[in-house]
C-alpha cells in the first residue's frame, strides 16, 4: 500500500543521546519533507529535500540535520536529543514541491520521547 | 505574517451537516488544503482550491473566499468514521504549507 515507510514507529531516548529517524518511499518523488506534530500546534516544517543531496531548512530545523543520498531515503538527525524535541515527527513526499497543486502523501509518524 | 486559524473542537450529531471554518493571513497565497487525520494516523488529502467557490466531492465540499481569507470544509451526512481531526494549510508565495493546529471532530450517535 504505502509507498512511504517511517522508521522507528517509536523510540525512547535520553537527554543528549544522539537519535535518526529514517523515510523511505517507493514512489520516485522527487520532494521529500520532515515535519513534527505537537498538542496546539500545526504542523512545522524541519527540513525538506528537493533531490539527491539537495535539502534545505524549514521554519524549525535548529536542532536537527538531514540527509538524503538516494532519490528513495531521507533521513532526520537529532544531533543530541533535548527534551523538547518529543514529539512526532511525520515524513511526506510530493511529486511536484514549487506548484500550487502539492499534495503531500504522509508516512505513519515516528513518536520519539525524549527523557 | 503567516497566521492560519481554526476552531479547536467541533461536535456534531451523526446524519448531520458540519462546516469547520479556516480563516488564514499568509503574505502571498498559492491555495488552500485540507487535510483528514484519524487519531494516532497520518494527515490524508482532502481537498485543494486555489480559485474562489466551492468544489464538491462527494459528501465533503471545500470553500474559498481569497478577498476574505477564509474557507471552510462542509462535511454532510455524517458518519462515525468522519471523527478525525481536519488540518487547513495554506500555500505562500514560496510554495511552502503553513498548517492551521486542526480542528478536532466529535461525532456523536
Known amino acids: 500500500d504505502a509507498g512511504i515507510t517511517q522508521s522507528p514507529r517509536h523510540k525512547v531516548t535520553e537527554t543528549g543521546t544522539p537519535v535518526t529517524l529514517r523515510c523511505h518511499q517507493t514512489e520516485n518523488h522527487r520532494y521529500m519533507y520532515w515535519y513534527r506534530q505537537d498538542p496546539g500546534h500545526g504542523l512545522r516544517l524541519i527540513h525538506y529535500?528537493?533531490?539527491?543531496?539537495?535539502?534545505d531548512k524549514g521554519e524549525v530545523s535548529d536542532g536537527y540535520s538531514v540527509s538524503r543520498s538516494k532519490t528513495e531515503d531521507f533521513l532526520l538527525t537529532l544531533e543530541s536529543a533535548t527534551s523538547s524535541q518529543t514529539s512526532v515527527y511525520f515524513c511526506a513526499i510530493s511529486e511536484q514541491g514549487y506548484s500550487g497543486a502539492n499534495v503531500l502523501t504522509f508516512g505513519a509518524g515516528s513518536r520519539l520521547t525524549v527523557l | 505574517g503567516q497566521n492560519i486559524d481554526q476552531p479547536t473542537e467541533m461536535t456534531a450529531t451523526e446524519g448531520a451537516i458540519v462546516q469547520i471554518n479556516c480563516t488564514y493571513q499568509?503574505?502571498?497565497?498559492?491555495?488552500l488544503f485540507w487535510y483528514q487525520q484519524h487519531a494516532g494516523e497520518a494527515p490524508t488529502f482532502l481537498s485543494y482550491n486555489v480559485l474562489d467557490g466551492l468544489e464538491e466531492k462527494g459528501r465533503f465540499s471545500s470553500f474559498l473566499s481569497r478577498s476574505k481569507g477564509y474557507s471552510y470544509l462542509l462535511l454532510k451526512e455524517l458518519q462515525m468514521k468522519d471523527s478525525a481531526s481536519y488540518l487547513c494549510?495554506?500555500?505562500?508565495?514560496?510554495?511552502?504549507?503553513?498548517w492551521g493546529a486542526g480542528t478536532k471532530l466529535i461525532i456523536k450517535p
Open positions: 499568509t503574505s502571498g497565497f498559492n491555495g
Open positions: 529535500s528537493y533531490g539527491v543531496k539537495d535539502t
Open positions: 494549510a495554506d500555500m505562500d508565495s514560496n510554495y511552502q504549507l503553513i
